[in-house]
């Protein structure tokens, strides 16, 4: 079974950073993306960051140029870097990753249990 384990998230000051990182266990064939998803108190869960297995890596707009996602493949672990971060980036960190399993011959959508970024003087 394929579980995903975030870690990294905590309570910053405006202007400071956090790494987050989401390790992947279980038997992994092949995997079609990976993505970073937040939701903030009162809002809908939407799209941060998202890369295929290609490495093309893609971002919302509000966070071009402060966030950067990038991935250990020995580790199988994959982590945001967030610089220059704001209060409206405050929210619940996602990862998901869309894989094929080994015991499965159809993909698999997989979520982490999801790690608290919170924003604040």
């Known amino acids: 079974q394929v579980q995903l384990v975030e870690s990294g998230g905590g309570l910053v000051q405006p202007g400071g950073s956090l790494r987050l990182s989401c390790a992947a266990s279980?038997?992994?064939?092949?995997?079609?993306?990976m993505n970073w998803y937040r939701q903030a108190p009162g809002k809908e869960r939407e799209l941060v960051a998202t890369t295929t297995s290609g490495g093309n890596t893609n971002y919302q707009d509000s966070v071009k140029g402060r966030f950067t996602f990038s991935r250990d493949n020995v580790k199988n672990t994959v982590y945001l870097q967030m610089n220059s971060l704001k209060p409206e980036d405050t929210a619940v960190y996602y990862c998901n990753w869309v894989v094929l399993p080994v015991t499965r011959n159809t993909f698999l959508e997989v979520w982490g249990q999801g790690t608290l970024v919170t924003v604040s003087p």
């Open positions: 279980g038997g992994i064939r092949s995997i079609r993306t």
